[in-house]
T-cell receptor
Framework: DAKTTQPNSMESNEEEPVHLPCNHS???????IHWYRQLPSQGPEYVIH???SNVNNRMASLAIAEDRKSSTLILHRATLRDAAVYYC???????????FGTGTSLTVIP | DAGITQSPRHKVTETGTPVTLRCHQT?????MYWYRQDPGHGLRLIHY???????DKGEVSDGYSVSRSKTEDFLLTLESATSSQTSVYFC???????????FGSGTRLTVV
């Protein structure tokens, strides 16, 4: 199973951008990079995913390094509702499985 | 999420008893997954299904079995519950590689 490495925790001030890093040095050429977040007492929620190019949606942006060994989830203006655990996951092309790490706990400071 | 329903939401059971958790989807997604979440471990994959009657093991499958007799239902069974299976269980569904996955709200299981 492909592994990712994320900082255990990060803090951000409200209304400021947040950059959440993820290292995935063992990524293979066909693995997709997914980001999910989990609010307290809820199931994980899909945020964004990509393969090689940077991706944008209404929730966030995903910046993927040229060698694909790292990626960054960008929240453009953090709000208190963005306080959650953020998981960076590699979706392997074999078996359609994906594995979670322990994620980054984001605290947003008012 | 309205498209995925997990039942029951909470359950307390005794050691040694069988327990079945149900995941029901209205999304017509091909893939379904069962995860457990414990403090310090994040979410760990138990079993998954890639079609009706097609299932496979995840990283923590010991003590669990699954069945999928129709697209919309994926059942997780603990044949003889143990205290180490006290956890929060999440079901997820998806359509394939280039799409995100949808998670249910979870089932909190306590084995006493």
């Amino acid at each position: 199973d492909a592994k990712t490495t994320q900082p255990n925790s990060m803090e951000s001030n409200e209304e400021e951008p947040v950059h959440l890093p993820c290292n995935h040095s063992t990524i293979s050429g066909t693995d997709y990079i997914h980001w999910y977040r989990q609010l307290p007492s809820q199931g994980p929620e899909y945020v964004i995913h990509g393969l090689t190019s940077n991706v944008n949606n209404r929730m966030a942006s995903l910046a993927i390094a040229e060698d694909r060994k790292s990626s960054t989830l960008i929240l453009h203006r953090a709000t208190l509702r963005d306080a959650a655990v953020y998981y960076c996951i590699l979706q392997e092309n074999t078996g359609n499985q994906f594995y979670f790490g322990t994620g980054t706990s984001l605290t947003v400071i008012p | 999420d309205a498209g995925i329903t997990q039942s029951p939401r909470h359950k307390v059971t005794e050691t040694g008893t069988p327990v079945t958790l149900r995941c029901h989807q209205t999304e017509n997604h091909r893939y379904m997954y069962w995860y457990r979440q414990d403090p310090g471990h994040g979410l760990r994959l138990i079993h998954y299904s890639y079609g009706v009657k097609d299932t496979d093991k995840g990283e923590v499958s010991d003590g669990y079995s699954v069945s999928r007799s129709k697209t919309e239902d994926f059942l997780l069974t603990l044949e003889s519950a143990t205290s180490s299976q006290t956890s929060v269980y999440f079901c997820a569904t998806g359509t394939g590689l280039n799409y995100g996955y949808t998670f249910g709200s979870g089932t909190r299981l306590t084995v006493v």
